[in-house]
């Protein structure tokens, strides 16, 4: 994934963790479809940050599919 764009998708999100026996389930409530999971909470953080990034990464990627040539890519920043 391009830099430029990885700095600018840099964002918190709220983590869920529930146990279920000897694991903890993690999940993402901003973004539908992410989940995590490990032995530790840590590792179901970890886990869950990875999914939350290809889940981002795939619709960025998606959304720039079919636009217009003359099209005009910006950023734009959230506080």
């Not at 999940?27 to 179901?44: L, V």
């Not at 795939?58 to 734009?76: S, Y």
Request: hydrophobic letters at 40%; aromatic letters at 8%; a negative charge.
């Amino acid at each position: 994934m391009n830099n430029e764009y990885t700095r600018a998708m840099a964002n918190e999100f709220t983590a869920i963790f529930e146990r279920d026996e000897d694991w903890y389930i993690a999940y993402c409530p901003e973004i539908p479809g992410a989940n995590g999971q490990g032995k530790t909470k840590d590792e179901a953080r970890e886990s869950l940050a990875a999914a939350i990034a290809l889940i981002l990464e795939d619709r960025r990627e998606d959304a720039f599919r079919g636009l217009p040539d003359d099209a005009e890519r910006d950023t734009v920043s959230v506080a």
